[in-house]
Each structure stands twice: as structure tokens, then as C-alpha cells.
């Protein structure tokens, strides 16, 4: 096996914890959309999403580009 796929490997693409997986409804589009605008406001890096500049939490509420332009998801 290749060396990332063991536990005590050094390199890894997913934590332990994470995984993949495929998003097929726009309910859960909408589910992991939210729940990735609010990891910088969990991890208490910000108050609030628009806060981070790095989230698509601007582009989508406040069709803001100045700092992130990206194609619109649905």
C-alpha cells in the first residue's frame, strides 16, 4: 500500500477523522456549503463568516469579488 494509506503515515489528504464523499442533493449542497463558511467562526478565527476573507461566504450572500471570484454554484 502507499505510504499515506497507513495510520502513522506523515502525509496524509484527509485528517483521521474526514473523509469523502459526494454531494448529490441541493439540500446537502446547502448543509456542507454553511458548514464550511462556519469552520474560521468555530476554530474562533472570526466573529463571523464575512468576516474570513478567504470564504465563498461573501461571493454567495453579497456577490462580493474583490477578493475571491469564483463561478457560482447553483
Known sequence: MPESVHDQSAYRV????????????EKKRLETRDYMHGNAVKRG????????????????????TSVLSMDRVC
Open 45 to 64: 478565527l472570526v466573529s463571523s463568516p464575512a468576516d474570513w476573507p478567504w470564504s465563498s461566504w461573501r461571493f454567495y450572500h453579497l456577490n462580493d
Open 14 to 25: 484527509w485528517q483521521r477523522r474526514s473523509y469523502d464523499f459526494n454531494v448529490w442533493s
